[in-house]
């Protein structure tokens, strides 16, 4: 079956400190990638996704390349703010039947500090 | 364009009761997808409802259950709870069952069973 690995947590790092998170992933076809992000108290945001290999998916001076050789779609941001503290998800959608469900990694908190 | 609506916000039960939880889609989508997320763990897909019928389940017992209404709101049930059920349950709205445009989640809703 499906599977997404990611990093554990949790990951510090300082105001301006540059980011990666690794997320790797298992999959029996051609899934597409997500990263979602998760302030304390709420519920899932959409950081970025890509469809196909090479894609790069980038939001917010977030960015991530779907590998497909290396089956891989690390999170990197070259300059962290404190408002980027927040738990990020790695997840996959391929089919499964009729429907596209997403199964996630389980999280890496990451905080930044001033 | 109003987002995903989730109610109630907390919710406290006592093992072997039931519960029910609403999801109002965001305007425009037919596909709501529900997810259990227990603490320090990424979600899990629960199932998907399409067009007022399930299309896919994930591996939870049947007493997870649920509905779509005409107007493409959900809900989830849960029958003779357990200490283990307790997590965040978040509602997922999507324009098409393959998620191709995305999906929108709510911000959750947090059961406590004691």
């Known amino acids: 079956g499906n599977s997404v690995t990611q990093m554990e947590g949790p990951v510090t790092l300082s105001e301006e400190a540059f980011l990666t998170i690794n997320c790797t992933y298992t999959a029996t076809g051609y899934p597409s990638l997500f990263w979602y992000v998760q302030y304390p108290g709420e519920g899932l945001q959409l950081l970025l996704k890509a469809t196909k290999a090479d894609d790069k998916g980038s939001n917010k001076g977030f960015e991530a390349t779907y590998r497909k050789e290396t089956t891989s779609f690390h999170l990197e941001k070259g300059s962290v703010q404190v408002s980027d503290s927040a738990v990020y998800f790695c997840?996959?959608?391929?089919?499964?039947?009729?429907?596209?469900?997403?199964?996630f990694g389980k999280g890496t908190l990451l905080t930044v500090n001033p | 364009e109003t987002g995903v609506t989730q109610s109630p916000t907390h919710l406290i039960k006592t093992r072997g009761q039931q519960v029910t939880l609403r999801c109002s889609s965001q305007?425009?989508?037919?596909?709501v997808s529900w997810y259990q997320q227990a603490l320090g763990q990424g979600p899990q897909f629960i199932f998907q409802?399409?067009?007022?019928?399930?299309?896919g389940r994930g591996n939870f017992p049947p007493r997870f259950s649920g509905l779509q209404f005409p107007n493409y709101s959900s809900e989830l049930n849960v029958n003779a709870l357990e200490l283990d059920d307790s997590a965040l349950y978040l509602c997922?709205?999507?324009?098409?069952?393959?998620?191709?445009?995305?999906?929108?989640f709510g911000s959750g809703t947090r059961l406590t069973v004691v």
């Open positions: 997840a996959l959608s391929d089919r499964g039947g009729s429907n596209y469900k997403l199964t």
């Open positions: 997922a709205s999507s324009l098409a069952a393959t998620g191709s445009y995305g999906y929108t």
């Open positions: 305007s425009g989508h037919n596909t």
């Open positions: 409802y399409y067009r007022e019928e399930e299309n």
